[in-house]
């Protein structure tokens, strides 16, 4: 087993987006082939799916590819860490029941090789408009999660995608530039985060879709690592530094 640490985000896997969504997952597939002997543990930081939501005994099918060779990997013993986004939040227990990743719904705060990230999706992170709280409250919420639930697989899981595909279509045909380090919602939130945790050596956050690597202060850096629709990107740490690479390149 390798020592490197990887982190990708906003893979989007179902996005009609895709011209041929298999061919999307292959090259993600091949990507993990090829860190494969050199990785200790990988963070996929959300909107890995462009919708996910189980029922008890249903789950989106799918994602056949992706699923087998991180449940190869994670049998293999690597850790595999699964946060949840904003197109994926209704993850329950079958990741980690029959996957074996470990999953997260909350930002992460640990130590690697001596450094402290701080990781996270980063929706929600920074952002104080009284729209997006009151769609992610109502996402968030138990009662309405409950509620949706009560619809027959056939009926929620393609009301999913028609609001996934809604929303990414928006995104993608008007993507949303770097708006500067004053406004950035993430650069915000990252540099109030590093007055209170001056410690943390790297902050890393999808959500965006953008390439960004922002040194706060001399110890302080914060990356933004793109997506797998665009950029093909993502974070490594060696053990000593952190390095933001793109397939494009």
């Not at 449940?71 to 949840?84: C, K, L, N, R, V």
């Not at 929303?167 to 919602?185: C, L, Q, T, V, W």
Request: with cysteine.
């Amino acid at each position: 087993m390798g020592t490197k640490v990887y982190f990708a985000s906003d893979m989007h896997f179902g996005s009609d987006v895709f011209e041929n969504s298999h061919d999307a997952e292959r090259r993600f597939v091949r990507w993990l082939d090829s860190i494969k002997d050199d990785v200790a543990a990988l963070y996929l930081l959300g909107d890995i799916f462009d919708f996910w939501f189980e029922y008890k005994e249903v789950i989106p099918r799918g994602f056949t590819r992706f699923l087998g060779k991180i449940a190869e990997m994670s049998d293999a013993g690597i850790e595999i860490h699964f946060f949840t986004g904003n197109h994926d939040i209704w993850v329950k227990d079958y990741l980690s029941k029959e996957i074996g990743v470990i999953v997260h719904k909350k930002p992460l705060l640990t130590q690697i090789n001596g450094k402290n990230f701080y990781l996270a999706h980063g929706d929600g992170l920074g952002d104080t408009s009284i729209s997006f709280r009151i769609i992610r409250y109502i996402f968030h919420n138990q009662l309405c999660q409950f509620l949706f639930r009560m619809l027959h697989p056939r009926w929620g899981v393609g009301f999913g995608y028609l609001w996934s595909r809604h929303s990414r279509k928006k995104k993608i045909a008007n993507p949303a530039p770097y708006f500067g380090d004053d406004k950035e919602h993430l650069v915000i939130y990252a540099k109030e985060y590093i007055k209170e945790y001056p410690d943390t050596d790297y902050l890393i956050f999808g959500h965006r879709h953008i390439l960004l690597d922002l040194k706060l202060s001399e110890k302080n850096r914060m990356m933004i690592i793109g997506d797998w629709l665009q950029y093909f990107s993502y974070a490594v740490f060696d053990g000593k530094e952190l390095h933001l690479n793109s397939l494009q390149k």
